[in-house]
């Protein structure tokens, strides 16, 4: 079962946008506008015999043209990836509760313990329960994590100037034939980007949002974005979906259901209600 997932509802489409948590300080006066860094706690890095130079690990961000320029030190081997999280991200934070685990990429240290890496700038992130963060306001945060999910390092990444998130898909359902327990509706999308995996799935809602773990995954369908950004699929729905904590939601109660399109690589998230009636 994947972790949970968190997803607003909203009537027909909505979308979950939600400005990051305050920043780290701000870089000190020696480094370019465009430039951030921080080190990690004390202890927070490796530990092991033949650390480089005995540092804890730290990072720097540089951005340039469209892309952020990633520099390390005090990291060992490839035992840790780079990865996207909410502002205010530090070490010993859980990259799974704060980071976007789609952005992971391994990077692997040299004999000095440096680590480097390019990757585009991203104005958003879905992080924790899959609620969507912007990170146009307040800059997220870059980070190298170990394999055990634990934050080694972490800095602001202000985005390169202009930078903004695209825009976002919409979900609308149609054709909704219902019977007494099963369904089947016709799930429309609109604004991917061609060729997107687009996953489609009916989740339960529950206290103003939607939990992963509560989604019916095996029901799901996945659809290659046309040329036009488009996606259609018919997809199987059910009037009570078994939560995860024990208990059901019926899909007969307003704002209890919806489809909707999380873990869409590079998406935003959009979702449609889902009333049986």
């Known amino acids: 079962m994947m972790r949970a997932r968190l997803l607003a509802p909203a009537a027909v489409v909505l979308l979950v ?16 506008p465009q430039e951030t860094g921080a080190a990690s706690a004390p202890g927070a890095g490796p530990s092991a015999p033949g650390d480089p130079d005995g540092q804890d690990p730290a990072i720097s961000v ?20 780079l990865v996207q999280c909410t502002g205010g991200t ?10 976007d685990m789609s952005t992971s990429e391994q990077v692997v240290a040299d004999e000095e313990g440096r680590i480097s890496a390019t990757r585009q700038a991203r104005a958003f992130v879905h992080v924790g329960s899959v609620s969507e963060v912007d990170c146009t306001g307040d800059p997220c945060v870059l980070a190298v994590a170990d394999l055990s999910d634990r934050v080694l390092a ?7 100037g202009g930078a ?6 919409t979900l609308t359902l149609s054709e909704e034939q219902f019977g007494a327990d099963e369904g089947r509706v016709t799930v429309t999308g609109k604004g991917y980007t061609p ?18 773990d509560n989604c019916l995954y095996d029901d799901g369908r996945r659809v ?13 729905v059910q009037r ?9 939601v019926d899909c007969a109660e307003p704002g209890a259901c919806v489809v909707a399109n999380p873990w869409t690589d590079g998406a935003r998230m959009a979702l449609a209600d889902l009333l049986w009636e």
Not at 154 to 160: D, G, K, V
Not at 164 to 169: K, M
Not at 200 to 206: F, H, N, R
């Open 240 to 248: 009570e979906i078994q939560l995860v904590g024990g208990g059901a």
């Open 164 to 169: 903004e998130p695209p825009p976002a898909p």
């Open 224 to 236: 290659i974005a046309d040329p036009g950004g488009s996606v259609v699929a018919r997809l199987p």
């Open 17 to 32: 946008l939600a400005a990051c948590t305050a920043a780290p300080a701000g870089p000190d006066a020696s480094r370019s």
């Open 90 to 99: 530090t070490a010993g934070a859980s990259a799974l509760d704060e980071c």
């Open 154 to 160: 972490a800095t602001a990444a202000p985005l390169p």
């Open 195 to 212: 060729g997107t995996v687009v996953r489609l799935v009916q989740c339960a809602a529950a206290s103003g949002g939607v939990d992963g």
């Open 62 to 81: 540089r951005a340039i043209g469209g892309a952020w320029v990633v520099s390390g030190t005090g990291f060992m081997g490839g035992n840790q990836y």
